[in-house]
């Protein structure tokens, strides 16, 4: 039998339209909850931890993320139309690189984290319902004081536009199931809800709507939208319910996406380097993003911000924030280098490239690394800078040109007729090829790549001079330093060993003898003047 959730109230029995709701609700497909043994002490008997899959080592991960299509000889027969239906499978690729295993590992260990304190009808259980009744009841989040680590619950993703932020996300909860029941306990688990951050950061409203549309979507028989769609208490306190129904419901981690989403987001470089005061950033800081940490603090249920780079100066402003988003597997992910570590390892970028070149759907696949003919490396970088998407879109644009033309391989001007899609993208490549103050200014999305990668423009080369404009500014300087050196000397006390010694001797360098006649100085002042003549004080 289905279990439901949750209960319907009386309310709910006399509405038929409430009803209708609830009884079309689609949901997610759900297990029943399978328990391995957990070796941590800390960890062992707790049923949110043992219904999820073991921690990982990076190699195993990169194998259950790797997903790469084996084209076979007879798929690169096929007419053209066929080759064009399979070409389509090229977006579900996904070629965990070590920062993708790295950050599904980090993932993992931080869900466990999370569900250490919150075993159903444990002593840390209790205390989190507890302490999320009283803000419901209070109508305000607040953190009266530091409960348990909570507050180290926080992590970050952030990157460039196509990095593969979301993409990579849901592919490391698909690892997981996506609804858990607890038989035993009468429980439910849901181990990840991705939510979106809501444009500007304000609408608490949206937030709780979001919450509760994704409940609604992961749960059977769940009816949550019933707090949108009838009378309702202020916002806050319907995002105060939402988080609630969240930790009931067994969240293991929120998934804020387009965290960027907020006021404090500035759309050119001179806003961002202007200095602050204290009271401006904490104004700036939306409550929305206050809200959300507050209650990770109360519920220890982990948050993950993700968002371009925009986001990254929003973490910088204030000490709590960036502590907050701060380690535990946080990243950054900029645009795939084509430049190796060492000359025994490829570089990511050839990497990724190297992988997508071995799924061609034509008679006569080309090689990426090749002695001779085009160099794919620097031509596909030239025009996607290292943006994964980007990458995977022109190659897949690529073939459909060289099919379209009937052609036995791909070729440089497949390329560059596949490049008439890609207008678009166009100025985030240049932005990120010039990485000037006018390109990364007009993209914000790009915005945090300024600060420590802009490149000044090149300074124009000096004219040269003549051989004997040359020698006229040598002999020049030189007198320079003949008269600095005198007068240094001169502004010392002199001083005689007895009456009617000779002054202290002038040292003229030799180098300044050989060329002292090349330049007329009966226009100039004395070079040497008698110490005898002044006072000798």
Request: charged fraction near 25%.
């Amino acid at each position: 039998m289905k279990p439901s959730c949750p209960a319907k109230n009386a309310k709910q029995e006399n509405d038929p339209d409430i009803e209708e709701q609830h009884t079309n609700n689609a949901s997610a497909p759900f297990v029943d909850a399978v328990y391995r043994k957990e070796l941590d002490p800390d960890l062992k008997g707790n049923p949110f931890v043992e219904a999820l899959p073991a921690l990982l080592s990076l190699k195993q991960y990169q194998e259950k993320l790797l997903r790469r299509l084996q084209v076979t000889p007879e798929e690169r027969a096929m007419n053209d139309v066929q080759r064009l239906v399979r070409l389509g499978t090229l977006s579900q690729v996904c070629i965990p690189l070590p920062r993708v295993v790295n950050l599904a590992q980090s993932i993992h260990m931080m869900l466990f984290d999370g569900y250490r304190t919150r075993a159903p009808f444990s002593a840390g259980d209790q205390e989190n319902v507890q302490r999320l009744y009283a803000a419901q009841q209070s109508g305000t989040l607040t953190t009266p004081g530091d409960y348990h680590h909570a507050s180290q619950f926080s992590m970050s993703l952030v990157g460039v536009p196509g990095a593969g932020k979301t993409f990579i996300l849901k592919k490391i909860a698909s690892m997981f199931p996506p609804v858990i029941f607890h038989k035993e306990i009468g429980r439910w688990q849901v181990p990840f809800l991705f939510i979106e951050m809501p444009y500007e950061g304000e609408s608490r409203l949206a937030l709780a709507s979001h919450i509760f549309t994704e409940l609604d979507r992961l749960l059977p028989d769940s009816n949550y939208r019933r707090f949108i769609e009838t009378k309702r208490p202020n916002a806050e306190q319907l995002c105060i319910q939402a988080l609630m129904a969240a930790y009931e419901m067994g969240v293991g981690m929120i998934v804020v996406d387009e965290a960027q989403n907020s006021r404090v987001i500035g759309n050119d470089l001179v806003k961002a380097r202007r200095t602050s005061s204290a009271a401006e950033f904490k104004r700036r800081e939306t409550g929305l993003k206050k809200l959300l940490i507050t209650a990770s603090n109360v519920g220890h249920m982990p948050l993950l911000f993700t968002g371009t780079m925009e986001l990254e100066s929003t973490l910088a402003e204030r000490a709590t924030l960036g502590r907050r988003k701060s380690g535990h597997g946080s990243a950054t992910w900029q645009p795939l280098s084509p430049v190796s570590s060492s000359a025994a390892t490829p570089s990511e970028f050839d990497i990724f490239m190297s992988i997508l070149f071995s799924m061609q759907w034509l008679p006569e696949p080309v090689a990426y690394k090749a002695a001779t003919g085009t160099n794919w490396s620097q031509l596909f970088f030239k025009h996607t800078e290292g943006i994964p998407d980007l990458m995977v879109k022109l190659f897949q644009s690529t073939q459909v040109a060289a099919i379209r033309a009937e052609a036995k391989s791909m070729n440089e001007s497949h390329v560059v007729e596949a490049l008439e899609e890609f207008r678009s993208a166009a100025p985030i490549v240049e932005g990120l090829a010039k990485r000037d103050e006018a390109s990364l200014t007009a993209l914000t999305d790009l915005f945090g790549l300024a600060p420590i990668e802009l490149k000044k423009p090149a300074l124009p080369p000096p004219t040269p001079l003549s051989p004997r404009a040359s020698r006229q500014k040598n002999a020049e300087d030189l007198a320079g330093i003949i008269e600095k050196r005198i007068r240094e000397k001169n502004n010392k006390t002199l001083a005689r060993e007895a009456p009617g010694a000779s002054p202290l001797p002038v040292h003229i360098p030799l180098e300044a003898l050989a060329e002292i006649n090349q330049v007329d100085l009966r226009k100039r002042a004395p070079v040497v003047s008698s110490p005898l003549g002044r006072s000798a004080g």
